[in-house]
């Protein structure tokens, strides 16, 4: 297969007519995300939205606006596409398949564009709402959700933390490791309480029932399956990444005392299932083209399996996507103090990419349906400043964490709010922004 082709809309020269998206900002006319909105505190149905600089685009009300037959741009499949976004989740649009997304991508950026005619303009203006003013639904009726372990370094730095020498078992390096998750507790910007559960003691008997002690999160992406495939099939390699519709960020929130008594023999349960939060917007595959990499095994570990490797993965299966975890304490927001950055990596230093995550998930006949989310697990780089989760950076609670307002942390403690946050940036391409993932940890509810 040839690499992924550039087309008019990842110009980096282009401009929007709307003067926000021009300014720097997460949403510029090469991004356009989708998401589920209605207006803060209404009643308004929630509807499917696109972002661009400080607006969203009501996909429903340009529909109703029957911009779409008066404009030059109206390609039929875009109008297909476009008809199926009148919904309120993206799962019906999924369904149309890449070319369909293609086709409403270009329709939306030509719609957008700076040189767009005045009538075109003046009517897609009166679609637009202001980010300030809106509240988020999962942008995805999501049915299932499977939770990978694909980070070398934080498979090293948990070891490490831990006290096993930083071991990583054999079957990493021949798969990418993964367990089935829980969708029904997946949320846009959670607010929950802090989960009560099981923890055994070092050296104790019983283990005592009350409250998590180490509440950490997990900076992760999650992968949006926007082409599902036949029970007994599986997914070659190098059509794996034509079941994906986009892509945004994941926080798989852990308790990990709960975790780690609970998960020999078996993968995490209740360390996991109190709470994911996800970022509000789907950025898609095709925005992400100009940030494409080469994948390659250069470490000395061994090379993939033949079912997990490919032409099109070699030449552009990784992605380059920087990523930060920002932490904001009830403290911080008392004083008026802004979020702040505990760690900083990129997309780029996973072991394993989307497309083998998604071959391995199907090779045995699972079905993966529209709507399902993939998360990749936690991304750690190779230095310690790049660690994705707190059990790293603190290591284990062993070396707390300085705040700058002098504060530390071990874990997080009630009041914090996490976010995490994504971005491509690269020469010759507009950079482009995922938004953030937020969510604040509540206390504990009494038992
Ligand atoms: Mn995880």
């Not at 945004?248 to 360390?271: C, I, K, V, Y």
């Amino acid at each position: 297969m040839p690499p992924t082709p550039l087309n008019q809309t990842h110009d980096p020269a282009a401009t929007s007519w709307l003067v926000s998206a021009n300014q720097g900002s997460d949403f510029p006319i090469q991004n356009l995300p989708y998401g589920v909105f209605r207006r803060e505190g209404s009643a308004e149905s929630f509807r499917v939205g696109v972002a661009i600089g400080d607006q969203v685009l009501d996909l429903t009300a340009l529909s109703e606006a029957a911009i779409w037959a008066c404009t030059d741009t109206a390609d039929p499949l875009a109008l297909v596409a476009a008809r199926a976004a009148c919904a309120d989740s993206l799962n019906a649009l999924m369904a149309e398949g890449p070319a369909a997304w293609h086709a409403l991508r270009s329709a939306l950026f030509l719609m957008l564009h700076a040189t767009t005619a005045a009538r075109t303009r003046q009517a897609v203006q009166t679609c637009l709402v202001p980010q300030a003013q809106i509240e988020h639904r999962l942008a995805v009726r999501i049915g299932e959700y499977t939770d990978f372990y694909t980070s070398l370094h934080h498979a090293r730095n948990v070891g490490q933390a831990i006290g096993n020498g930083g071991l990583v078992s054999p079957n990493f390096f021949w798969m990418p490791i993964a367990y089935h998750g829980r969708a029904s507790s997946l949320g846009v910007n959670q607010r929950f309480h802090r989960p009560v559960g099981q923890v055994m003691t070092p050296g104790a008997q019983t283990p005592l029932v009350g409250p998590c002690l180490r509440l950490d999160y997990e900076l992760e992406m999650a992968i949006y399956i926007g082409q599902a495939n036949a029970q007994g099939t599986s997914v070659p390699i190098e059509q794996a990444e034509s079941h994906v519709f986009g892509m945004g960020l994941l926080n798989d929130w852990s308790a990990r005392d709960f975790q780690f008594w609970e998960m020999a023999p078996l993968g995490p349960f209740l360390g996991k299932n109190f709470a994911t939060t996800l970022s509000p917007w789907v950025v898609t595959l095709e925005a992400l083209a100009p940030f494409r990499l080469p994948f390659s095994r250069s470490d000395n570990t061994p090379q993939p399996l033949p079912y997990l490797d490919g032409g099109s993965l070699r030449v552009e299966g990784a992605l380059d996507i920087e990523l930060a975890v920002a932490l904001q304490s009830a403290q911080m927001r008392c004083q008026g103090l802004p979020a702040e950055r505990l760690s900083r990596t990129n997309f780029k230093h996973q072991h394993w990419c989307i497309s083998q995550m998604l071959t391995h998930h199907t090779m045995g006949g699972c079905n993966l349906r529209i709507g399902d989310v993939l998360g990749t697990g936690t991304i750690s780089g190779p230095t310690p400043a790049e660690a994705g989760a707190m059990i790293e950076l603190s290591q284990a609670g062993q070396r707390p964490i300085a705040l700058t307002n002098g504060e530390i942390r071990q874990f997080l403690l009630d009041g914090d709010t996490v976010i995490l946050q994504a971005w491509c940036e690269r020469p010759g391409a507009a950079r482009i922004g995922f938004g953030e993932s937020c969510g604040e940890v509540l206390p504990a509810l009494a038992p």
